[in-house]
């Protein structure tokens, strides 16, 4: 996993402006997980953990996935076009080059802020012998933001097949298992539960009726 998401000894996620740490339980939870991606295989995990992976999830989802805000972003680009302009073979005039900046920017709006950063320039600067294209830079944008949503995604994952898990009719938890914690279901499963307990109470009705 990335240096910017590393292992504490702590059971929750703890942020800082640039770093998401994780416990050593929540790196191996994923790393099992990433070995069965199966819900029914993954192992039980701990509440703990799972609330962990809850708020990494949530960490990373607005420190890597949102989007930068416009006068950042713009900033960055101006700053990217302008370094490339001067390195690339066929360098655009001023207004040329103003136009470009607003016309990435504008494609670039929705793209995950953790991409911009040196790294993404040090790549542009590596590819690009010609003044690339706002296509050309979504591109690339684009692949650098895959890696960050596959990481949220793993730990989103934790707590997905936790939640399928405890759903599955006579799915037990251990006993060091903390109940404190409610069980949080979606509309679907909630809706199927229900569904569940009215035929149950369906059929109990049926009998006494049958007996009386």
């Not at 996620?13 to 416990?23: C, G, K, P, Y």
């Not at 759903?167 to 060091?176: M, Q, R, V």
Request: aromatic content about 6%; charged content about 25%.
């Amino acid at each position: 996993m990335h240096s910017e998401i590393t292992a504490t000894q702590q059971n929750t996620a703890v942020s800082t402006a640039h770093q998401i740490e994780f416990s050593e339980a929540l790196l191996a939870a994923i790393k099992q997980q990433s070995q069965h991606p199966d819900p029914s295989c993954a192992p039980y995990l701990p509440r703990a953990v799972v609330a962990e992976a809850r708020q990494a999830a949530e960490a990373m989802e607005h420190r890597y996935l949102a989007p930068l805000e416009a006068p950042a972003l713009h900033a960055f680009i101006e700053n990217l076009l302008d370094t490339l302009n001067a390195c690339v073979r066929n360098p655009l005039d001023g207004d040329t080059l103003t136009i470009r900046v607003r016309s990435c920017c504008l494609i670039l709006a929705d793209v995950p802020r953790r991409v911009f950063r040196d790294e993404f320039a040090r790549a542009c600067l590596k590819r690009c012998k010609f003044m690339p294209s706002p296509a050309d830079l979504l591109e690339m944008a684009e692949e650098a933001a895959q890696t960050w949503r596959e990481k949220t995604a793993q730990v989103k994952l934790i707590v997905t097949h936790d939640a399928g898990k405890r759903f599955t009719l006579g799915y037990a938890p251990p006993p060091e298992d903390d109940a404190a914690e409610p069980l949080q279901l979606t509309s679907e499963q909630s809706d199927q539960l229900q569904h569940q307990l009215d035929d149950t109470l369906g059929r109990f009705k049926s009998k006494r009726e049958v007996r009386a």
